[in-house]
């Protein structure tokens, strides 16, 4: 049984998909970046857009019934690699004592105001 958890992006009724699909105690967090939901704006720095992305993905998870505790990995996705340091430090912040596996991967985005992307995989905890 699968459970569809939506943020209200356009992206997910644009495009068809979830924010984050739950199937049994695993979610499956979608591609998210930096926009605030609440006032559609996208900060300009890397860092910051890191933060909001966080908020983001912590959103979708305490809809699915679990928190960034129970993430077991990320894939982050960047368009600058001067930006790794800063997003980096946000990484480190936001994930103290949780460790997920990670992989970094530069690309380019649908949007070139977006600078990092951030998708997840959480197992709720027993």
Do not use: C
């Not at 699968?2 to 105690?25: L, P, Q, T």
């Not at 936001?94 to 990670?102: F, S, V």
């Amino acid at each position: 049984m699968k459970k569809h958890v939506f943020s209200g992006s356009v992206f997910e009724e644009k495009y068809g998909h979830s924010r984050a699909v739950v199937a049994g105690d695993t979610i499956y967090v979608s591609g998210t970046t930096g926009y605030d939901y609440a006032t559609g704006a996208l900060p300009e720095e890397a860092a910051e857009q890191t933060r909001q992305t966080f908020r983001n993905i912590e959103a979708a998870l305490h809809q699915a019934g679990a928190s960034l505790h129970d993430l077991v990995q990320i894939v982050t996705y960047f368009t600058d690699p001067d930006d790794w340091d800063a997003i980096g430090a946000v990484l480190r912040d936001e994930l103290q004592g949780i460790h997920p596996a990670n992989s970094g991967v530069r690309v380019a985005l649908i949007d070139p105001a977006m600078k990092v992307e951030i998708s997840a995989i959480a197992v709720r905890s027993a």
